[in-house]
């Protein structure tokens, strides 16, 4: 798509993040790129994994080093998971089938957004596996069953209950660019998106079927403006732990809930019989002034107090990144941004190859360590809090 060199280009997740900038029309980019407000929850994502110094152990000896882990009784190669993003389809041609594909071949999980361009069921048909799927707690009630019942028939091996969704944040870079769903692709558009060839062309024949699939109604000619508007209306700020009690008695497999920052909502999903949480705050897109998720991460740890594992998404954009959240008792890591910045990148390929950057990264890491297998991982390869700035 931009050569032969795209790999080596993109080095890093950064690089491939610059490499999607100059492919993508800058309202696309920043739609993915982008949080609420002035953005302070998303750039404290990053930011505070450099608060963590690693304390290594050479002398123990790493020649060969294992990244996998059996989470929620499944195998996956390597302790980075793909979480929910909407619009994959934007981003690349089928971009959610491209990136599921290529989470599979890496031996990892990928987890669809209900705001999928591709229904859940055509994504299951890739055989992707492991395969979750998000939910939310919708206003009509029915249409968090239907979902629920959707993903239990089409064969899904866990359910993602986002809870932190319930008003739409407020994305400022989207307001600025004047983004629109569906975008618009005007004559003067085209005209300003003309240095982003590549992908107006390569996207062009998607424009006219570009749609949220799974709120797709058989028989009723809703375009993507039309459901994205009922979507919002759909939100329900009246949800309460009764609706996660009425979710987990529809859906019979592991059950997990996204969005959780408070412990005390983490000590009650163990009570609810939740079988996992996802530390979140929606990537900064939501609440901003949210505390980030590695912040927000001890303390649910010890809320849970290991009778369910924790899993952590926001910020990781390093393989140490990632170590270190597991040092702290992380399970894994949920990735978002990256995964689209890989597909618009080159497709499956993309996906593929921004894994790739975490397996490798992560392997080094804990080969300087001293660390053979993530059982090896643990706060005695930390500096102790506060010595960083001693």
């Known amino acids: 798509m931009m050569g032969r060199d795209w790999r080596q280009r993109g080095y890093n997740i950064a690089a491939m993040r610059d490499l999607a900038r100059g492919i993508l029309p800058r309202p696309v980019f920043d739609f993915a790129d982008g949080g609420a407000e002035d953005e302070r929850t998303l750039r404290r994502n990053e930011s505070s994994f450099s608060d963590i110094a690693l304390l290594p152990q050479p002398l123990n000896g790493a ?9 929620l009784g499944q195998k996956l190669s390597m302790p980075v998971i793909i979480g929910p993003t909407g619009l994959g389809g934007l981003f690349w041609p089928d971009g959610e089938r491209c990136a599921a594909r290529a989470a599979s071949r890496a031996g990892t999980a990928y987890c669809l957004s209900h705001g999928s361009v591709c229904t859940l069921e055509q994504l299951a048909e890739t055989k992707a596996a492991p395969r979750w799927m998000q ?12 979902l629920t019942e959707r993903a239990q028939t089409a064969g899904y091996d866990a359910l993602v209950l986002t809870v932190d969704n319930q008003l739409l944040g407020n994305r400022e870079r989207d307001i600025r660019n004047g983004f ?14 003309a240095t982003k060839l590549p992908w107006l062309l390569r996207m062009r024949a998607e424009f006219p079927r570009l749609t949220f699939g799974n709120y797709v109604r058989p028989g009723k000619p809703e375009n993507l403006k039309t459901l994205a508007g009922r979507m919002n209306l759909l939100l329900d700020p009246s949800m309460s732990w009764a609706d996660v009690d009425e979710v987990r008695k529809i859906w019979r497999g592991p059950l997990i809930l996204k969005g959780i920052l408070h412990p005390d909502e983490a000590a ?4 609810r019989g939740v079988d996992s949480v996802v ?12 505390a980030a998720s590695l912040d927000a991460l001890q303390g649910v740890l010890r809320a849970v107090d290991g009778r369910i594992p924790v899993l952590l998404d926001g910020g990781a954009r390093r ?19 990256p995964a689209l910045w890989g597909v618009a990148v080159n497709g499956q390929s993309g996906v593929a ?17 001293g660390v053979t297998s993530l059982a090896g991982l643990g706060p005695h390869l930390l500096l102790p809090k506060g010595a960083l700035h001693a």
């Open 135 to 146: 939910v939310f707690v919708y206003r009509d009630r029915a249409f968090t069953r239907e």
């Open 319 to 337: 393989g140490a990144d990632v170590v270190k959240a597991l040092c702290l008792g992380a399970a894994a890591c949920l990735i978002g941004r």
């Open 353 to 369: 190859h921004v894994l790739d950057i975490y397996r490798r990264e992560i392997d080094r890491t804990m080969g300087l360590c």
């Open 180 to 193: 629109q769903i569906p975008p618009r692709f005007g004559a003067l558009d085209m005209a300003m998106m």
């Open 279 to 290: 530390v979140s705050n929606h990537g900064g897109r939501q609440l901003d002034g949210a």
């Open 268 to 271: 009650e999903a163990v009570k």
């Open 63 to 71: 020649a060969e080093r294992d990244q996998s882990l059996t989470l």
